[in-house]
């Protein structure tokens, strides 16, 4: 009994042992896998009553939150109006957060300029604190696709633990078919379809008393543009109207605000055009696409932030596009 008293003191002590260095190895281990929250938003007075806050030039990951897109936000006497929602549930409440630094006003009105991922999975934040949200009738079909399905599953992975299986696509209270009117505590907000070009169900938002205009991603500045499966004629088509209202500021979906509009549209249509001219003789002609690509001089684009990641595919999406007009 004694020798079977000793085995089990003994076998009791390693075991304490083993269970003492698998808790400090776990606790280390969790330690080191904890995700480091250093994403910071900074809110940005634009006009009087405008403020926007800017995404980071660069591909979604876990590490910056899926944070990429810029989301504005304007104040008035009834309540305070928000463009788009940011890229996760995270980025939302930061967002909701700068809002309440500058003002004591609720959050009453959401629109989204188009449902891209970058743009829309902040939604069930602001549904949560009673924002109604306005998007155009189109946004529909993407939220009821597979793509969408996909897209999300995917982003639980890649953005995780900021998207996860809580993060859920919300859909418009209000749905917008060409163009509305919607006065707030006094300020105007013309909210106008100008799609299908970057997306199907593009909206963007004029503020005439602020001479603010929130394009989303109709205009790009300091990176290579997303084109994805954009319809590239219509898109040329809504710049157009974009530079016909003629505002003193434009906040885009992507780069910085911008203080001199008709500059920065022309760099998103150059781009445009730049990518129809070079791929429509080979499109037309049902021409190799990866002759027509080698062949191009691009550049002019080549130094810019996120061209190895977009520049090839947004030229095949116009390729293919070009070929179904």
């Known amino acids: 009994m004694n020798r079977f008293s000793a085995f089990n003191r003994s076998m009791n002590y390693l075991i304490g042992i083993l269970i003492g260095s698998f808790i400090l190895f ?100 602001f549904k949560k604190i009673g924002a109604k949200i306005y998007a155009q009738g189109e946004g529909r079909n993407y939220l009821s696709s597979e793509t969408a399905k996909q897209r999300l599953i995917a982003s639980r992975v890649d953005f995780a633990p900021w998207v996860n299986a809580n993060t859920q696509l919300i859909s418009a209270d209000v749905w917008i078919d060409q163009k509305v009117k919607l006065t707030i505590g006094g300020v105007e907000f013309l909210v106008s379809r100008v799609g299908p070009a ?48 003629n505002p003193n500021i434009v906040i885009p979906g992507h780069g910085n605000y911008s203080v001199k509009p008709n500059e920065d549209i022309a760099f998103t249509r150059n781009y445009l055009r730049y990518l129809r001219n070079s791929m429509s003789s080979a499109a037309i002609n049902m021409d190799s696409f990866e002759d027509a690509y080698k062949q191009v001089d691009w550049s002019e684009y080549e130094g810019m932030p996120l061209f190895k990641a977009a520049n090839r595919m947004n030229a095949y999406n116009v390729y293919l596009s070009i070929q179904a007009e």
């Open 26 to 125: 776990s606790s280390a281990f969790g330690q080191a896998t904890k995700p480091v929250d250093s994403i910071q938003l900074k809110q940005v007075q634009v006009a009087p009553h405008t403020y926007f806050v800017q995404g980071f030039p660069e591909m979604g990951s876990s590490k910056n939150q899926n944070f990429i897109s810029n989301a504005g936000f304007v104040i008035t006497p009834a309540g305070v109006v928000v463009v788009d929602a940011l890229g996760s549930p995270i980025l939302a409440q930061k967002l909701i957060a700068e809002i309440q630094k500058v003002t004591s006003q609720k959050v009453v009105a959401l629109i989204v300029s188009h449902y891209h991922a970058d743009h829309v999975y902040g939604l069930q934040e």
């Open 198 to 245: 970057h997306a199907p169900e593009d909206l963007m938002v004029y503020i005439p008393s602020e001479k603010a205009l929130f394009v989303g991603d109709l205009v790009f500045r300091g990176r290579i543009p997303f084109v994805g499966n954009a319809d590239s004629k219509g898109w040329l088509i809504a710049l157009d109207e974009i530079e016909k209202l």
